[in-house]
């Protein structure tokens, strides 16, 4: 199974009206970021634990850790959790910036330093959704 249908089956297993929601998300992140590579991880670890929620990631960086190594990774997450919907945005090395920058005008969303959880896509403000992830994008390009 390709990328592409791992997505479409993780979207289309969420219980309404979580997965309309997802569906307009992974839409939308994709018009906001056309042409970036897609990810999906099954939350699993390599002896098949589940160690997360399943996630589908948005456009790579780098990271590097501190000895001095380096792995390739998503920008941007998507993900269902059991109040409702996760966006990961990261890369970003002010962890308060996005709730210092968005926590205010995003809605009703808990916002800590990569992550902005939300019950439902009509309890936020998309456009401040959408200049969110842009920031977090232009952040870990310009690395």
């Known amino acids: ?35 970036c ?17 399943p996630n589908i990631g948005y456009g790579m960086y780098t990271i590097k850790y501190a000895d001095g190594k380096t792995r390739e990774f998503y920008q941007i997450g998507l993900s269902a959790n059991t109040t409702g919907i ?5 890369g970003m090395e002010d962890k ?12 009703k969303a808990s916002v800590s330093g990569y992550c902005i959880k939300f019950k439902t896509l009509k309890d936020i403000h ?12 232009n952040f870990t390009n310009a690395r």
């Open 1 to 35: 199974m390709n990328i592409e249908e791992q997505i479409e089956n993780y979207i289309a297993s969420q219980p309404e009206p979580k997965r309309s929601d997802m569906q307009a998300l992974h839409t939308y992140i994709l018009q906001l970021l056309p042409g």
């Open 37 to 53: 590579r897609l990810w999906f991880l099954d939350g699993k670890n390599s002896e098949n634990k589940t160690v997360s929620n």
């Open 86 to 90: 996760s966006i990961y945005i990261l």
């Open 96 to 107: 308060l910036y996005l709730a210092r920058t968005y926590g205010k005008t995003l809605g």
């Open 126 to 137: 998309i456009d401040i959704l959408a200049a969110a992830i842009q920031d977090g994008v």
